[in-house]
């Protein structure tokens, strides 16, 4: 392996992002994000529902939050699980006021300068950073998944959102703690 291609003397693991995609497009996109080690940290299901501790009302806090800090961003369904979240984020194309002639101002579309990888590791930096001041000895996963929503996927994606408490016991990232 070409030295080029390590980090620090390590060798690196590939991005699993599509190559050559710009990820500030707008667009539906569907992630995963885990705690590491996938520990049960944000709660319990209890009868097909979450609830959630304090580590995972802080999540679900910071989570309703993303569009107050990347204005270009809607957020859709989504689910804190014990040990990962789904969430489905919206990037929309925004406009800004150009400059002003006389009486009339021009609206000009602006795309978003947020990718979602920056939205994503803001949102887990702030989400470590308050529950380490809780006292929450808590870590995300270093990496996130994410798809990119197709046409006729975003129902399918929102059920299994939906549904993802209710079938928990079969979910891959279960286990008995």
């Known amino acids: 392996m070409l ?3 390590k980090f620090k003397g390590l060798y690196r693991i590939d991005s699993i992002r599509l190559n050559d995609f710009d990820y500030s497009q707008p667009g539906l996109y569907f992630v995963t994000i885990c705690t590491n080690n996938h520990a049960y940290y944000f709660g319990d299901v209890m009868d097909e529902t979450i609830v ?3 580590a995972g009302q802080i999540a679900l806090k910071y989570w309703n939050e993303i569009p107050s800090h990347f204005p270009n961003v809607q957020l859709d369904n989504y689910v804190i699980m014990p040990n990962h979240i789904h969430g489905i984020i919206n990037i929309v194309e925004t406009t800004y ?3 002003s002639s006389g009486h009339t101002t021009i609206e000009t579309p ?10 994503i590791n803001q949102y887990k930096r702030i ?3 308050t529950m380490k001041k809780e006292g929450i000895n808590f870590a995300w996963q270093s990496r996130f998944y994410d798809h ?3 046409e006729g996927e975003l129902d399918i994606i929102r059920q299994y959102i939906i549904n993802n408490p209710k ?11």
């Open 148 to 150: 990119i929503i197709r």
């Open 110 to 119: 602006k795309l978003s300068v947020s990718t979602l990888g920056v939205i």
């Open 52 to 54: 959630l501790s304090v």
């Open 127 to 129: 989400c470590t950073i």
């Open 3 to 5: 030295d080029s291609q």
């Open 97 to 99: 006021k150009g400059v």
């Open 167 to 177: 079938t928990w016991k079969n979910d891959d990232l279960y286990f008995e703690p």
